[in-house]
């Protein structure tokens, strides 16, 4: 697993020349990466969302398209269309920019449902079916997308069906003084993201999404993910818990987490450290519940403290300080 500790520090080194003070934020992030899933930044604006989709793609070499989610966007603008050719009297396909290894949907709650769907079966299928013809997605793939919390005005929520396609969701949140001046100091005559290069190939990060899933994972912490997501269907302040896909993001970031931090094998402090950020988004809180203040967060923390790891066998003081970082990162509610 040492060597997906390396490609990880190789990338998460080269994205922080450009996002500063965000090691934690930029890790998961690259958990997402690993395990083929998708990610949700929810922010205000300027903190640096599309910045670190970019740099992203950039220490990837992949394929960069970024789609600015507005009312009157189509979901032909998103998965392309056919367009008949005069000369050749056939329909030709022009492929739209979800097709693109890393795709920023910027401001997605912009966009009417109609077009938000178009994103489903890309994100779940890696595949989008246009006039009957079927045309896969580029390997990697990532979908970045963000949203404004704090501008209601001519937002669409999202639904709970394009939520529970975002393996993780984060929050990148303002820097501190030092690293904002670090920031300003930095970009006095160029932006880092000019100089950035290519640490870690395309090619290279298929192999490496696929040595995440050998990461071992013991019955015990298994049992205990699917304890921990289950409750969230049972709590008092929750209408709608967790589905299995819950289950299954918790267990796969766990992985990838495991890889990033050396170890060949998963421990319930990779589970507690991500449960915030691959459940949080997908429980739906009472509205009675709401009303005082409880939020989706609070009911993952909660269920973290009462939910028993039974069964462990060994390895469980192994963590490291960088889960408790993970741990206490500010989520989104």
């Not at 920019?97 to 994100?123: F, H, Y």
């Not at 005005?153 to 670090?182: C, K, N, W």
């Not at 390895?315 to 889960?323: E, I, Q, S």
């Amino acid at each position: 697993m040492s060597t997906i500790q390396q490609a990880g520090d190789r990338v998460l080194a080269n994205v922080e020349r450009v996002i500063v003070g965000k090691h934690q934020e930029v890790r998961l992030a690259l958990v997402a990466l690993l395990c083929r899933g998708h990610l949700l930044i929810e922010d205000v604006p300027g903190t640096g969302k599309t910045m670190l989709a970019k740099a992203i793609a950039r220490s990837l070499g992949c394929s960069f398209r970024r789609i600015q989610f507005t009312p009157d966007l189509l979901p032909s603008d998103v998965t392309g269309l056919s367009i008949y050719n005069q000369k050749t009297t056939e329909f030709e396909f022009r492929p739209g920019p979800i097709m693109s290894q890393v795709v920023l949907a910027d401001e997605i709650n912009r966009a009417t449902p109609k077009t938000q769907s178009s994103l489903l079966e890309c994100m779940e299928e890696r595949q989008s079916t246009i006039d009957g013809i079927t045309h896969p997605m580029p390997n990697p793939f990532l979908v970045i997308a963000t949203q404004n919390p704090i501008e209601y005005e001519g937002t669409f929520a999202l639904p709970e069906a394009q939520l529970d396609r975002f393996m993780l969701r984060i929050r990148l949140g303002y820097p501190s003084h030092a690293d904002e001046v670090m920031i300003l100091d930095e970009q006095k005559r160029t932006h880092p993201l000019e100089d950035l290069g290519v640490v870690c190939p395309a090619d290279e990060l298929v192999a490496l999404q696929a040595a995440v899933r050998e990461v071992y994972v013991d019955p015990s912490v298994a049992d205990y993910i699917v304890r921990l997501v289950a409750s969230t269907r049972t709590h008092p302040d929750v209408y709608l818990g967790a589905s299995p896909r819950g289950s299954l993001a918790l267990y796969r970031a766990a992985q990838a987490l495991a890889g990033l931090l050396g170890r060949d094998y998963v421990i319930p402090d990779d589970v507690k450290a991500l449960a915030e950020f691959a459940l949080a988004h997908r429980v739906i809180v009472k509205t009675s519940s709401s009303i005082h203040d409880i939020t989706a967060v609070q009911v993952v923390r909660e269920l973290l403290d009462t939910t028993a790891v039974d069964g462990i066998r060994g390895g469980a003081g192994t963590a490291g300080g960088g889960l408790r970082e993970i741990r206490t990162s500010p989520a989104a509610g």
